[in-house]
């Protein structure tokens, strides 16, 4: 029998799947998390074989919580569950080190499939994602499809931006990721650097258009 941890901030869904798995002996519910920080700390507890991971999760996101968990926990496989089908959250998620990458609206049937497959340590994509990636490769557009400037800040860089654009202050970045408050203020300063920017209102800028972050008209001037 295999452990499974649930991660999603909605309980309707976590009852739903382990209804699902329930169903049969070949997996055990082991844990139940609502929050991608929640889910690296309890992953460090139970060391499942498998996380089942939303990727629209508060705070952390379920990519940057597989980054964050397989840097603690790098013999757990990681399956990402997402409402949404488009490419970029796609190659994100398996960048992040994610085995597979399940749409909610798939079948039980595709999701135990699913499982089996990554168990057995195979890779798995939901039908529609995997026959759009296919299109788009075909066409010889994936690679040239106009290139972030994100792309060359590191997972954990990514999560810094993503906080400071949401107008976090740095030592709100420190408490949210357990770091110290110089090492966010370095990750700051090598971000400038990357980017060309010289201060958060342009890191945040930069953060918004490439759909890192959604503006928030309540923090209209972003903390330092």
């Known amino acids: 029998m295999l452990d499974i941890v649930?991660?999603?901030?909605?309980?309707?869904?976590?009852?739903?799947?382990?209804?699902?798995?329930?169903?049969?002996?070949?997996?055990?519910?082991?844990?139940?998390?609502?929050?991608?920080?929640?889910?690296?700390?309890?992953?460090?507890?139970?060391?499942?074989?498998?996380?089942?991971?939303?990727?629209?999760?508060?705070?952390?996101?379920?990519?940057?919580?597989?980054?964050?968990?397989?840097?603690?926990?790098?013999?757990?496989?990681?399956?990402?569950?997402?409402?949404?089908?488009?490419?970029?959250?796609?190659?994100?998620?398996?960048?992040?080190?994610?085995?597979?990458?399940?749409?909610?609206?798939?079948?039980?049937?595709?999701?135990?499939?699913?499982?089996?497959?990554v168990a057995r340590g195979g890779s798995y994509l939901s039908s529609q994602v995997s026959d759009r990636l296919l299109a788009r490769i075909q066409r010889g557009d994936l690679d040239t499809h106009d290139r972030s400037p994100l792309e060359s800040l590191s997972p954990r860089e990514l999560q810094v931006l993503r906080l400071v654009a949401e107008g976090k202050t740095s030592k709100d970045i420190a408490v949210l990721l357990d770091l110290g408050l110089q090492t966010v203020r370095s990750y700051r300063k090598t971000m400038m650097k990357k980017l060309g920017v010289n201060n958060v209102a342009g890191l945040t800028q930069l953060a918004l258009a490439a759909g890192l972050a959604h503006w928030n008209t309540n923090d209209a001037n972003p903390a330092t």
Do not use: W
Request: charged share 25%; net charge negative; with cysteine.
């Open 6 to 117: 649930l991660v999603d901030d909605h309980k309707l869904v976590r009852d739903g799947i382990k209804g699902i798995l329930e169903r049969g002996s070949e997996f055990r519910v082991v844990g139940e998390a609502e929050s991608g920080a929640d889910a690296v700390n309890l992953c460090k507890k139970t060391q499942p074989h498998i996380a089942l991971m939303d990727i629209g999760l508060p705070g952390m996101n379920g990519i940057e919580a597989t980054t964050e968990l397989l840097r603690h926990c790098p013999t757990v496989k990681v399956i990402i569950l997402s409402m949404y089908d488009d490419e970029n959250s796609v190659v994100s998620a398996i960048r992040s080190g994610a085995r597979a990458f399940v749409l909610k609206k798939a079948s039980s049937a595709e999701l135990l499939d699913a499982l089996r497959t």
